[in-house]
């Protein structure tokens, strides 16, 4: 999302942390096999999600965008597959940078509990976005 006030950093990256922070407490509070070992072990890791979510997005987009470019099939298959890659390889990329960054001291649960976890953070994101944006731009979105 672009900073459209010069400021050196858009508030909606906070925003987006701390509803980051919500659900990974709502899931280590309702699934036991996600476990943060505190507040600031959980905001480490909303920060964290953050940046490789913004990566994968980033990722997914250009591929999508070369996706639409391709002419000839091969091109269209090698690259629906990379973007398969991509979103498998978000889960491994959550867990493995979890796991070098913090270690022991926080579990988000196995790749299936991890990709239910992602698709609610870019889920929740995308709820409170919308609600934070003006009428008109959520029409135009819609429209």
Do not use: C
Request: aromatic content about 8%.
């Amino acid at each position: 999302m672009s900073n459209p006030r010069g400021r050196r950093f858009d508030p909606i990256h906070l925003v987006d942390v701390l509803v980051y922070l919500v659900v990974l407490g709502l899931f280590t509070q309702f699934f036991p096999s996600v476990i943060s070992e505190s507040f600031s072990v959980s905001l480490i890791t909303a920060i964290l999600l953050k940046l490789a979510l913004e990566l994968v997005v980033r990722a997914k987009s250009a591929v999508i965008t070369r996706f639409r470019a391709a002419a000839s099939p091969v091109g269209k298959v090698l690259l629906a597959l990379a973007l398969v890659a991509t979103g498998a390889g978000s889960k491994f990329l959550v867990l493995w940078l979890t796991d070098l960054l913090l270690g022991d001291a926080v579990h988000l649960g196995g790749f299936f509990l991890v990709t239910v976890l992602v698709i609610t953070l870019v889920l929740s994101r995308t709820g409170v976005r919308l609600l934070l944006q003006p009428r008109a731009a959520v029409t135009r979105e819609i429209a």
